[in-house]
C-alpha cells in the first residue's frame, strides 16, 4: 500500500528517485489505456533515406476507456500541418477519448484537401472505436486527436488510412506489446523506440504516467499551446522542409483538473523538448499530447490540491518527458555526441537561452564536437554573435564529464588558459559531455541538449536527383 508520505524527504518535499520506478507497459501502463497499431501503406511514395523500413507498421490508435481529461503543446512554425491546427483546437477542451496517429505522411501543405482528410481520420476513428468501446460513453469525432509525420505535400491515401483504422481499432488492448508497436508504428527515421513508464503514490492511490515518442531529424521543437506562435522570448527556425518531425504522447490514470493538466504539460515540455536540437530545424508536425483519465482514483489535482501531490505528479512527469527528449537526441540522424549545453551568468533568461541555442546549432561547433575537439573559440564566436549581451574580458568557457561539478576551462576572463590540449580533448573525446559557459553578466541560466553533426547526417539528408522518391518535401 502506498503511504501519504511515501519519498518524502525531511524538508516535506517529494524525492523523486525514491517515490516512483519504472514500469513496462509505456502508454498502456496507467489504467485503463488501450493501444493498436497496423500497417496499412500510408507511404505511397518514398519519404527519404531512413524510412525504407518496408512493411512496418504506420497506423496506431491509442484509446482511453474512459472520458480523459487533454492538454497539447504544438509546434509553433507558422507552416503547420492540417493534423496540428485540428488536434490544438481540440486540446483546447476539457476532454478526449483517443489518438489516430499515422507514419509516412505529413498531412502537411496539403491545402484545403489536407484539413478535410485530417477531419475525416477523426470521423473514421470515433466511429472504429465506438464499435469496440464500451457504449455508456458516447464517442464522437470531436473526442479525437490526430497527428500525422512524414513526408511534407503529399495528399493522404485516405483509402489506405480507412482500411488501417477499421483493422485497427478491434486490436486494442493493454499490452505491453500493443504499447511498443504504437512506439514502432511512429518511427520514421527513427533507428529505435523510444517509450517509459513510471509508478508513483499520491496518498494511499497508485498512479501512473506512461509514454511514447519519435524523432531523429528536424528537431528543435519550439511547442506552444496554440499554432504558428513563437514562444515568448526566442527566435527559432519557422520554415521546414525535411520529413521529420517530433511527437509525444503521454498517459496517466490521475485524476487531474483540467486546468491544472494544461499548466503540467506546458511545465513540463517548457523543461524537456522545448530543450532539445538535433539541427536546429522545427517541424510542421510537431506534438505533444497528454490524457488522463482519473481511473487511479487519488484526490483530485488542481491548484487547491495538497501542494506535495502536485509536486510529485510534476516531478514524475517532467521525468517522463525529459527521459523522452533525450532519447530523440540520442537517436539524432547521424549523430556520434551528445552534448548538454550548460550557460549561466546571463542578464536575462532569453539572453541565457539565446546564448545556448546559438552554441548548440552552430555548424563550426557541431563538426568540432563531431571530430572530439574542444573547440572553445568556436563557442566563444557563436556566444558573440548570439543576441545575448556579451563583454568577452569575463566570459567563462568549460567543458566536463555528464554531470560532474569539475570543469576544465580552456578560456576564463577573457584569455586562453594553460591547461593542456589533451586534458580538455580527454573530456571532448567521451559520446556524451558538458559544455560550461559563465557570462558573469547576471543570475539567468538555461541547459539545452544538443548533438554534434557528423558526415552521416549530411549523407542522410542531401538530395539525389538519381532517386526521385526521396527528393523534396
Known amino acids: 500500500m502506498f503511504q501519504s508520505d511515501a519519498g518524502l524527504s525531511r524538508d516535506g518535499r517529494f524525492d523523486l528517485k525514491n517515490s516512483f520506478r519504472n514500469v513496462p507497459g509505456s502508454i498502456c501502463a496507467p489504467l485503463g489505456f488501450e493501444a493498436a497499431a497496423v500497417f496499412c501503406d500510408i507511404k505511397k511514395l518514398g519519404t527519404g533515406k531512413g524510412s525504407e523500413k518496408g512493411q512496418k507498421r504506420d497506423l496506431a490508435l491509442i484509446v482511453s476507456d474512459v ?13 503547420c500541418a492540417a493534423p496540428v491546427k485540428v488536434s490544438a483546437q481540440r486540446a483546447a477542451g476539457k476532454s478526449a477519448r483517443a489518438i489516430v496517429v499515422n507514419s509516412g505522411n505529413a498531412n502537411a501543405c496539403t491545402g484545403k484537401q489536407g484539413l478535410k482528410d485530417a477531419l475525416e481520420m477523426t470521423r473514421l476513428a470515433a ?85 511514447v515518442c519519435k524523432g531523429a531529424g528536424m528537431i528543435q521543437p519550439g511547442m506552444t499551446v496554440g499554432t504558428g506562435l513563437r514562444p515568448v522570448g526566442t527566435a527559432r527556425s519557422v520554415v521546414a522542409t525535411k520529413h521529420a518531425t517530433m511527437l509525444a504522447f503521454l498517459t496517466t490514470d490521475a485524476v487531474v483538473e483540467s486546468r491544472f493538466l494544461k499548466k503540467s504539460l506546458a511545465t513540463a515540455v517548457g523543461q524537456s523538448f522545448n530543450r532539445i536540437t538535433v539541427d536546429g530545424d522545427m517541424s510542421t508536425n510537431d506534438s505533444v499530447i497528454i490524457l488522463a483519465n482519473g481511473l487511479a482514483g487519488n484526490r483530485r489535482l488542481d491548484p487547491a490540491a495538497a501542494g506535495p501531490y502536485r509536486e ?14 533525450k532519447m530523440i537526441v540520442r537517436d539524432g540522424e547521424g549523430v556520434s555526441r551528445f552534448v548538454t549545453v550548460r550557460v549561466r551568468g546571463a542578464r536575462s533568461p532569453d539572453d541565457a537561452e539565446a546564448a545556448a541555442r546559438a552554441i548548440a546549432n552552430s555548424s563550426l561547433v557541431k563538426t568540432s564536437w563531431c571530430g572530439g575537439d574542444p573547440n572553445w573559440g568556436r563557442v566563444l564566436c557563436a556566444v558573440g554573435y548570439s543576441r545575448a549581451r556579451v563583454d568577452e574580458s569575463i566570459v567563462d568557457v568549460g567543458y566536463s564529464r555528464p554531470g560532474e561539478r569539475k570543469i576544465l576551462y580552456g578560456f576564463r576572463r577573457g584569455r586562453p588558459t594553460d591547461l593542456p590540449f589533451q586534458k580538455l580533448a580527454g573530456i571532448t573525446a567521451a559520446a556524451e559531455f558538458d559544455v560550461h559557459v559563465d557570462l558573469h553578466s547576471g543570475s539567468s541560466e538555461f541547459v539545452l541538449y544538443a548533438s554534434d553533426l557528423t558526415e552521416n547526417y549530411v549523407a542522410f539528408n542531401k538530395g539525389d536527383v538519381s532517386d526521385p522518391t526521396n527528393l523534396g518535401g
Open 127 to 211: 466511429q472504429a472505436v465506438a464499435a469496440v468501446c464500451d457504449r455508456r460513453y458516447k464517442i464522437k469525432a470531436d473526442d479525437i486527436l490526430v497527428c500525422s509525420t512524414g513526408r511534407i505535400g503529399v495528399p493522404m491515401p485516405m483509402k489506405n488510412v480507412e482500411r488501417g483504422i477499421h483493422d485497427c481499432a478491434p486490436r486494442v488492448a493493454r499490452s505491453v506489446r500493443n504499447a511498443r508497436d504504437v512506439a514502432e508504428a511512429i518511427m520514421t527515421s527513427d533507428t529505435r523506440r523510444k517509450e517509459i513508464a513510471v509508478e508513483f503514490g499520491l496518498g494511499r492511490s497508485k498512479v501512473r504516467i506512461g509514454g
Open 67 to 79: 472520458p480523459a481529461g487533454v492538454a497539447g503543446m504544438f509546434t509553433a512554425n507558422q507552416v
Open 312 to 325: 510529485k505528479f510534476q516531478s514524475a512527469l517532467n521525468h517522463v518527458c525529459l527521459a523522452l527528449a
